[in-house]
């Protein structure tokens, strides 16, 4: 993980790389995001559980951010959002044949809904990609309910491509949707 610290800013928005005492507030960030998700009636894609609480997504979080490149957008000072990069996708989903860069656990504190964090960090991760020399940047993300989270995406310069599901526990399946942007 590179250890020099990120300047792009976009107002009270700051990104920074993303540290080993970070996994605790990403994961209160997931938590938020859960929580949120909940009051919503949206279990799906996250469950009902605290990120916080589940082994495995503490074991994902902690591998990612200590085999990808974490950021965290800072607003005001107070870390609000999270992404980490990758040179693939998880192992639920194929690799492509050319290099690329794939976003990993993309979440936000609800407190900052509409703050633009999101789209910062998006932002960030697209010239991260175009500074290592690579065209090709992949995310994947829930696709069920109202696609609003597919619809954020495309709204950053994505493009659906091909969807994909993950079978769950019992007779359930999560429905998810791969997106690329060329730059």
Not at 85 to 91: H, I, S, W, Y
Not at 120 to 142: F, K, M, Q, W
Request: with cysteine; glycine share 8%.
């Amino acid at each position: 993980m590179e250890s020099t610290e990120s300047t792009e800013s976009n107002g009270k928005i700051r990104i920074r790389d993303g540290r080993a005492d970070d996994i605790p507030v990403v994961l209160g960030m997931f938590d938020s995001a859960v929580e949120w998700l909940v009051s919503q009636g949206r279990t799906r894609q996250w469950g009902t559980t605290p990120w916080s609480a589940n082994p495995k997504a503490v074991a994902m979080i902690t591998r990612y951010f200590a085999e990808g490149s974490p950021y965290i957008a800072e607003y005001d000072g107070i870390p609000a959002a999270t992404l980490t990069l990758t040179d693939a996708p998880g192992p639920y989903l194929a690799p492509v044949d050319e290099p690329e860069r794939y976003i990993h656990i993309l979440a936000s504190d609800r407190r900052f809904k509409g703050t633009g964090v999101g789209a910062a960090l998006l932002a960030h991760a697209a010239a991260e990609t175009r500074r290592a020399g690579i065209s090709l940047l992949r995310v994947d993300c829930y696709a069920g309910d109202d696609r609003k989270l597919v619809a954020f995406y495309e709204s950053n310069g994505f493009t659906p491509t091909e969807a994909f599901t993950v079978a769950v526990e019992g007779d359930d399946s999560w429905p998810g949707q791969v997106l690329a942007r060329r730059l």
